[in-house]
């Protein structure tokens, strides 16, 4: 447009990481934005939803003073607009009455005013999302123009573009469409899981094909408690090809023209720029996303002293170490060897020889001697007996949590809780023991996906030792103690598990897999559901999956329906 082709429209895309509540330090990220955008000659700057404010602010929104001050940032960023148009996803106050005080919209500042306003039509309130709470929907779809004369483009926020997937009876971008609207923007924060990023491609492009119009997906990036984003923005045209994609799990800036003419090129080839990278495979994805969930999670609440993480010569462990000296790097990591009165001897050398491979401290500590004067209080306690079952091998657990929490109090360092998704679910954790700590890495990922990760961690060299990969599990906490004295195969129990918590399946229609019985299915969805509590009580778990434990999966307590 301004001197360029009137037929195309230069699109910048910022795809930035905002903090949830640092409103000015957001507001400079989308000033430097503009700012690039103004040097490319853009048209417009697309920024994700809710920028100012980050996303998701909850409650924040309910608290005095915060929407006020978002709006002053809001305000502080017209003078940017005079060099550049900026879109961005923000609050507005609602007029009227009714509950909901405010809108989730997109605002357009140009010329160094507040041009447009639009309101998010699709409010989601399933798995983490939760707008109808604190948002009123809009009731109507307009187009805007950039400028006086120029062409009419419609500004959606993530959800609305979520139509086919969710089921909606509206579809704000068809309607956009009919009224005229040349070109699409949908301003989003739109959490990751393994394979999101195409999903959303795969939408967005059957909604540019099945409306004949350029979309243009911005995605915010980075770690916001559990909730990870991973960017990925992208421009389609309007035969639903993608002109181009950004990266994941960075933050990144370009500049994409897009043809708004309403031509159709049918020589043009099916994707002309989305060949310049695949998506990462789902393990790639998955070590990703989690690192920087917890880079993030660290960054975003300034913890610079690190990570102590229990290291027992486990899988899991093992794992949770790398991802962190990963996110953290090396010098900010620190575990724990806690060898007790039923370790094995590779226990410790598989975790020394962890230190050795990822660069880490391990500082090591025996427990048996503070796990004997436990067994001698119990006597007086519980009466003397031989064997205090379950008792006797918890303690042990907490001795080692009790362990770990000093380490934090005495030097500031943030637990990192090793547990997987697997035990989780099924409650094969002790409370107050292996579940301490103020974040869950793995608590999202299956014991398969566990072992995936630390063969794909020895990619280029040995991180994980072999040996922690190849020996039976075993929490250690009893004679000859193996994971399968408890549980079934982790390929069985994994199986039955996605089925019922993904799947949403109840006992009786889960498939039986192969070498398990029904039996076994009602067993494991009895055990899922009975040990809700000890959830509720374990750290933040970073989501990788479509059902996560935490605010997207809300289960009673108490029931008796399998």
């Known amino acids: 447009m301004d001197g360029a082709d009137p037929a195309a429209m230069r699109i910048a895309i910022a795809q930035l990481n905002p903090v949830v509540g640092d409103l000015a330090g957001n507001r400079k990220l989308v000033e430097e934005a503009a700012a690039r955008a103004a040097s490319e000659r853009a048209d417009v700057l697309a920024l994700p939803e809710m920028v100012l404010t980050g996303y998701p602010p909850m409650d924040l929104l309910e608290r005095d003073g915060f929407v006020r001050d978002q709006l002053r940032e809001l305000d502080a960023l017209l003078p940017a607009s005079r060099s550049v148009p900026i879109a961005l996803g923000a609050i507005v106050r609602r007029e009227g009455e009714g509950r909901a005080r405010l809108h989730n919209a997109a605002v357009l500042l140009a010329d160094g005013k507040q041009r447009a306003v639009r309101i998010k039509s699709l409010l989601p309130s399933y798995d983490v999302f939760d707008e109808r709470r604190y948002f009123a929907a809009a009731t109507s779809r307009e187009t805007v123009t950039l400028k006086d004369g120029g062409p009419e483009i419609g500004l959606t926020i993530c959800e609305d573009a979520w139509v086919e997937k969710m089921g909606y009876a509206i579809n704000p971008i068809g309607e956009l469409a009919a009224a005229g609207a040349r070109a699409i923007l949908n301003l989003s924060s739109s959490p990751w899981h393994v394979t999101k990023a195409e999903e959303r491609r795969e939408m967005v492009s059957a909604l540019s094909r099945d409306h004949h119009i350029p979309i243009c997906f911005v995605n915010q990036v980075g770690g916001n408690d559990e909730l990870i984003f991973d960017g990925g923005s992208f421009v389609t045209d309007q035969q639903g090809r993608i002109l181009a994609k950004f990266p994941l799990f960075e933050s990144h800036f370009g500049v994409v023209d897009v043809a708004i003419d309403g031509a159709v090129d049918e020589e043009r080839d099916a994707e002309p720029l989305a060949a310049q ?55 900010r990591v620190v575990g724990i060897a806690m060898p007790g009165p039923y370790s094995s001897d590779h226990s410790v050398a598989d975790a020394e020889a962890l230190a050795t491979t990822l660069g880490i401290e391990v500082r090591r500590v025996a427990v048996t001697p503070i796990y004997e004067a436990y067994l001698s209080a119990f006597g007086s306690v519980l009466g003397e007996r031989s064997d205090y079952g379950i008792a006797q091998q918890n303690i042990q657990s907490r001795i080692r949590g009790a362990m770990l929490m000093a380490v934090s109090n005495a030097e500031g360092r943030l637990v990192l809780a090793t547990g997987n998704k697997s035990e989780l679910s099924v409650g094969y954790c002790t409370l107050y023991g292996d579940t301490v700590g103020g974040l869950a890495v793995l608590g999202d990922v299956y014991k398969r996906d566990v072992y995936a990760l630390a063969r794909h961690a020895n990619r280029d060299g040995i991180r994980i030792p072999i040996n922690t990969i190849e020996k039976p599990p075993s929490a250690e906490l009893a004679p000859d103690q193996l994971d399968s004295d408890d549980l079934p195969s982790y390929d069985v129990l994994d199986a039955i598990l996605t089925d019922a918590i993904e799947g949403g399946l109840s006992a009786g229609s889960i498939p039986i897999p192969p070498g398990s019985s029904a039996e076994v299915v009602r067993n ?31 289960l009673p307590i108490v029931h008796r329906y399998l």
Not at 534 to 551: C, D, E, I, W, Y
């Open 277 to 331: 990278a695949e998506d990462p495979g789902p393990i790639e994805q998955l070590e990703a996303g989690l690192v920087l969930g917890i880079r993030d999670y660290f960054r975003k609440q300034n913890l610079p002293p690190g990570a102590v993480i229990g290291v027992s010569g486990g899988i899991d462990s093992a794992v949770t170490a790398h991802l962190a000296a990963l996110a953290l790097g090396r010098d």
């Open 524 to 554: 494991i969805a009895a055990r899922l559901d009975r040990n809700e509590y000890k959830r509720r009580q374990s750290p933040l778990v970073l989501r990788t999956s479509p059902k996560a434990f935490g605010t997207g999966r809300r």
